[in-house]
T-cell receptor
Framework: EAQVTQNPRYLITVTGKKLTVTCSQNMNHEYMSWYRQDPGLGLRQIYYSMNVEVTDKGDVPEGYKVSRKEKRNFPLILESPSPNQTSLYFC??????????????FGNGTRLTVT | DQQVKQNSPSLSVQEGRISILNCDYTNSMFDYFLWYKKYPAEGPTFLISISSIKDKNEDGRFTVFLNKSAKHLSLHIVPSQPGDSAVYFCAATLVYGSGNTGKLIFGQGTTLQVKP
């Protein structure tokens, strides 16, 4: 089954304790991205990757890191989480290319609470 | 600066009637628009899209209309069913231009409730 898998689904942590949210897709997609969803703000892009070893900042990258060492994996790293990073996080992937468009496929989300 | 706006946080309609969800955008460079549907505890799923060269796209009960001069798109669901109750996000992107980064810009979402 084609899917984007995120882990964990729920995470409660304390300020400053490093954490990683994993994301894996089995569709051989070049493009992967992280979004966060907050009330009244919709989905905002954190980071994206056009292919292996190619990553770039989205609209709200502060406090986050990513890496893309393999095509299927795109982990999101919070080196020192803060309460304002409490949010619902989604990983997504798609085929990508100039003039080629395929819709983003999203994972089921990770609910992060930072106390 | 919210480039894609959904000004109605919620909408309630009766089963069998039409649901109309609206979305406005500010960036005239956007050339592709999408609607996503999101149920609780799930990720958004793609529903329907439209290219800027069209003004209408239909898929079963779902039709998206694009008015480029007004920078406005809408999603019509006819007839509405209780299973359509979800959060709907509109999104815009640049596919054909030189600034294509693959990024989707999302609106804030509209929660649709379809009452039996």
């Amino acid at each position: 089954e084609a899917q984007v898998t995120q882990n964990p689904r729920y995470l409660i942590t304390v300020t400053g304790k490093k954490l990683t949210v994993t994301c894996s897709q089995n569709m051989n997609h070049e493009y992967m991205s992280w979004y966060r969803q907050d009330p009244g703000l919709g989905l905002r892009q954190i980071y994206y990757s056009m292919n292996v070893e190619v990553t770039d900042k989205g609209d709200v990258p502060e406090g986050y890191k990513v890496s893309r060492k393999e095509k299927r994996n795109f982990p999101l790293i919070l080196e020192s989480p803060s309460p304002n990073q409490t949010s619902l996080y989604f990983c997504a992937s798609s085929l990508r290319g100039r003039g080629v468009f395929s819709p983003l496929h999203f994972g089921n989300g990770t609910r992060l609470t930072v106390t | 600066d919210q480039q894609v706006k959904q000004n109605s946080p919620s909408l309630s309609v009766q089963e069998g009637r039409i649901s109309i969800l609206n979305c406005d955008y500010t960036n005239s460079m956007f050339d592709y628009f999408l609607w996503y549907k999101k149920y609780p505890a799930e990720g958004p799923t793609f529903l329907i899209s439209i290219s800027s060269i069209k003004d209408k796209n239909e898929d079963g009960r779902f039709t998206v209309f694009l008015n480029k001069s007004a920078k406005h798109l809408s999603l019509h669901i006819v007839p509405s069913q209780p299973g359509d109750s979800a959060v709907y996000f509109c999104a815009a992107t640049l596919v054909y231009g030189s600034g294509n980064t693959g990024k989707l810009i999302f609106g804030q979402g509209t929660t649709l409730q379809v009452k039996p």
